[in-house]
């Protein structure tokens, strides 16, 4: 089983709906990330939070939210969808203490907006 | 703000070595990474540099790392087929105490 996983994995939606992609991990890592890619425009940070209490804004979070709902779970919403939030979306994790500080990727969602 | 750059494309025959090179902001990145991604996949960790070094050699892989210029560049040796992938080059600001923050990618090909 993947350690970061993402759902949906694919999705289609109409323009002005409510999405939400979910992110749960089993790596006890307190440190979640939300990140967009776009082609050409690489990994642009949405969201992310450093523990259950912390949300932070991140490069081009106009147009989403978040929640962070425990430790292992950390959820991405759009509230009215438009077209050019058409992306992937990327969930990770890091860990807090030691080590390099190296980001772990779910598998990734692709959101069509209609 | 942090800003990382790296070329868009590069193209390569099979055999040959491929190098990959990138530029960062931020002097007080502990480490930087270099993550691959596969087609319909999400991105994995390929190599990273400790920033008091200034070469990390793994298997096929060497890492060059230039703090003066703030210019890291990755070299794969014998390149395959299977090495045709996206790879991101990302610095992590504030001695690490904010997200990395990742380069727009550089997609190579490897032609047979």
């Known amino acids: 089983d993947a350690d970061v996983t993402q759902t949906p994995r694919n999705r289609i939606t109409k323009t002005g709906k409510r999405i939400m992609l979910e992110c749960s991990q089993t790596k006890g890592h307190d440190r979640m990330y939300w990140y967009r890619q776009d082609p050409g425009l690489g990994l642009r940070l949405i969201y992310y939070s450093f523990d259950v209490k912390d949300i932070n804004k991140g490069e081009i979070s106009d147009g989403y939210s978040v929640s962070r709902q425990a430790q292992a779970k950390f959820s991405l919403s759009l509230e009215s969808a438009i077209p050019n939030q058409t992306a992937l979306y990327f969930c990770?994790?890091?860990?807090?203490?030691?080590?390099?500080?190296?980001?772990?990727f779910g598998e990734g969602s692709r959101l069509t907006v209609l | 703000g942090e800003d990382v750059e790296q070329s868009l494309f590069l193209s390569v025959r099979e055999g040959d070595s491929s190098v990959i090179n990138c530029t960062y902001t931020?002097?007080?990145?502990?480490?930087l990474y270099w993550y691959k991604q596969e087609p319909g996949a999400g991105l994995q960790l390929l190599t990273y540099?400790?920033?008091?070094?200034d070469m990390k050699q793994d298997q096929r892989l060497t890492v060059l790392l230039n703090k003066k210029d703030k210019h890291l560049s990755l070299r794969i040796a014998d390149t395959q087929t299977g090495d045709s992938a996206i790879y991101f080059c990302?610095?992590?600001?504030?001695?690490?105490?904010?997200?990395?923050?990742f380069g727009k990618g550089t997609r190579l090909s490897v032609i047979a």
């Open positions: 990770a994790t890091s860990d807090l203490e030691g080590n390099t500080g190296e980001l772990f």
């Open positions: 540099i400790f920033s008091n070094m």
């Open positions: 990302a610095e992590s600001p504030n001695s690490g105490n904010t997200p990395l923050v």
């Open positions: 931020d002097s007080s990145s502990t480490y």
